[in-house]
């Protein structure tokens, strides 16, 4: 494995938002994952990198793949990792968000993995901690690490990301996924395309040089990349559509509509899969699905990205 240099890290102390990372940071996070990659392949999946940091992961809405990927790349890094379980922590007696991440700031750690349902959390936290704060989902805001593991997983499947025909299809509306991966693949020269009801489509997606439509076969007609998104059921209120049955009638991936997509297309989704409502259980097990390796390379990135804005852990190098 190629060594990856000590000087290397991003620009600002904290991972807010794609937004904030330009082509050239998105590309150097991608590759860092590569040579991060390789110490999952180790006998002894260790390094010393960030030995001696320690990093807060605050949970505040349910995770599986985060939460759990986010520990495995601390532990991995040699980082020493605290868990705070919010269930039985002081939220539950009425602290607010402000005077948890204060106390939890009190101890010193050296980063704070941050999800919380209120858009904007990470943002608030990052103007108050000296801790780098790590956004691992804010409301319907951004999902930074979802985008850049998404983008991992085309660029090793694909050889590239510019140019690529990316159909994304599901619930557009409510979906951080989405706004974080329309960020990265447009940063990056992909074509992108969006599906859904006309209810799940927000306005001006447009406006982010995107093509949107209602219709499944334009969308994967062609396409490269296919990623469904989950319909977020606990984030509606009121009929966005008139039955999960009809959805899957007119919007679910099948077999069928996926021979509209290129022979050598793949099929990507963040988790957690409602099957038999945004894609068929052929589908998401089948040969051309990507999802578990998804999961795989959400390690490599969470370690790259630890690592990166621990500014490349002060001259030692990944080797």
Known sequence: ???????????????????????????????????????????????????????????????????????IAEKRLSADTLNVAIGTSSVV?????????MNIEAMSPSMIVLRHGSSGACHLLARICKAAIINAGDGMHEHPTQALLDAFTIRERKGRIGGLKVAIFGDLLHSRVLRSNLLLLTKLGAEVWVCGPATLIPPGLARLGVRVTTRVDEAVEGADVVMMLRIQLERMEGGYFPSLREYFTTFGMTEARLKRARPDVIIMHPGPINRGVEIASEVADGPFSVILDQVSNGVAVRMAVLYLLAGGAEDETVA
Do not use: C
Not at 5 to 13: G, T, V, Y
Not at 22 to 29: T, Y
Not at 93 to 101: F, Y
């Open 1 to 71: 494995m190629d060594a990856v240099a000590a000087a290397a890290a991003l620009s600002q102390k904290n991972l807010l938002g794609i937004a904030d990372l330009s082509p050239e940071e998105i590309v150097l996070i991608l590759d860092t994952a590569e040579a991060m990659k390789e110490v999952g392949r180790r006998a002894i999946k260790k390094v010393p990198t960030l030995r001696g940091r320690t990093v807060v992961n605050l949970f505040f809405e349910p995770s599986t793949r985060t939460r759990t990927s986010f520990e």
């Open 93 to 101: 007696k009425g602290e607010t968000l402000v005077d948890t991440a």
